[in-house]
């Protein structure tokens, strides 16, 4: 039966993260973490949920930009849609008038991450399954079906992408055996944010240790000194066999990154993230080729970017590491084409993750990614139900609602 969209909702919900400096780095001093939260339903009562994250100040101009975009998706059925993605996609991203504020990147981009993201929730529950399923299934033709090659052909073909797809039919089954056994590996930032104490960090640390984390990421870029005494700390405390990474948020220009990171190497770091200005790809190039003789990797992936920029950063060889992200990268649709590319041009992806429901949907990511395109991963248990992952709790989105919830009325 024919699912068609009747409403679109969105809300501006807010967690007060900044109290307590969770999620702090050298360029974001006080993130309150938040999401625009859309939800869809449609006439058979069915809804598919999808969000995109930010930081506090500025998710009520996303909330507007998705209620610009809301006339766009009422209306049309879930089968419309999804038998032709790609002109949905671009319906959405090259409306006559709306492109003109993007098109394709900033506030338009999360915006209509958010929006697409509900759909593919809504789709994937529909038909029953998580969405890593939902795509591990698909036909690859309907799967490149979903993706706006336009801007990126001279990266990637179409053609090109169904082979890379066909080729790693084999052995998909096992994958799928072994994730459902395994599980992905992740990697924590939760222990060392920028502005904990190193009584908390060692704290932390100590914690993510016992529960079987091996892999740690520290907040570098606002003092050398301060950089310096952290990355040592964690790396005595995580032995020489753990893995360690270093974020700077895009704080430096970039000599200055090559000059404290070198600082930083005797640490170890696998790579640095965000070195510098996230639309800078040959600044980025300049600073991998700086770094590599001292095995240190440049990786990027969160900031508000589309496919046409990673093509740059892939074919400037400016990374070693790609992060794909489900809604800065923009939505599905978007990050398919991020994770084609990369397996092309041979560079291992990492999700990217944290935020509000960024863990949540970038599992799925990863997942679709081992078992349908790279068949390589760099051991948590993932516990995964229908959809997209991006319901939230009703009880959590009432409390939190900015400015009206509980929570920021007793702030008041
Ligand atoms: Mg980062």
Redesign the pocket.
Known sequence: MTKTIIKLTVRDVRFPTSLEQHGS?AMHTDPDYSVAYVVIETDQGMQGYGLTFTVGRGTEIVVCAVEALSALVVGKSLEEIVSDFRGFYRLLTSDGQMRWIGPEKGVIQLATAAVLNAVWDLWARSEGKPLWKLLVEMDPRKLISCIDFRYITDALTEEEALDLLLKAQTGKQQRVDQMLKEGYPAYT?SCAWLGYSDQLLKQLCTDALNDGWTKF?VKVGADLKDDIRRCSLIRQMIGAHNTLMI?A?QRWDVGEAITWVTRLAEYKPLWI??PTSPDDILGHAAISKALAPLGIGVATG?QCHNRVMFKQFLQASALQFV?IDSCRLGSVNENLAVLLMAHKFKVPVCP?A?GVGLCELVQHLILFDYISVSAKYNNDPIIISFGYSCEMLESSVQTHQYPQGQVWKKLQ
């Open positions: 780095d930032t990421k974020d948020n993230e965000e969160e992060q990217h944290g």
